[in-house]
Nanobody, 121 residues
Framework: QVQLVESGGGLVQAGGSLRLSCAASGGTFRSYVMGWFRQAPGKEREFVAAISGYATMTYYADSVKGRFTISRDNAKNTVYLQMNSLKPEDTAVYYC??????????????WGQGTQVTVSS
């Protein structure tokens, strides 16, 4: 069983930056693909980014490409999401997830509780 705990969310003005962290415990971290998803009020959960176990592959949603960067530190069992040039439409609860394959679908095995990101205009 893998436990995931996100942190780093908050309120930021448009154009600003935030760095989300997700600390994992209870499993072999490097064996998991890690993903970030987000869910805005009234909308379905959507894919943001994913990274392979040894960080050799990354994948981004078109809406965040060039602004967000996913990374991981396997020594610290932590995955990060650096978010720059934030827009009001980035406002959502952000979730990290762990699973065996890299996919844009929410079919990951483990999920964190989420962290709120609010971008003011």
């Amino acid at each position: 069983q893998v436990q995931l705990v996100e942190s780093g969310g908050g309120l930021v003005q448009a154009g600003g930056s935030l760095r989300l962290s997700c600390a994992a415990s209870g499993g072999t971290f490097r064996s998991y693909v890690m993903g970030w998803f987000r869910q805005a009020p009234g909308k379905e959960r959507e894919f943001v980014a994913a990274i392979s176990g040894y960080a050799t592959m990354t994948y981004y949603a078109d809406s965040v490409k060039g602004r967000f960067t996913i990374s991981r530190d396997n020594a610290k069992n932590t995955v990060y999401l650096q978010m720059n040039s934030l827009k009001p439409e980035d406002t959502a609860v952000y979730y990290c997830a762990a699973g065996p394959i890299m996919t844009m679908s929410p079919g990951y095995d483990y999920w964190g509780q989420g962290t709120q990101v609010t971008v003011s205009s």
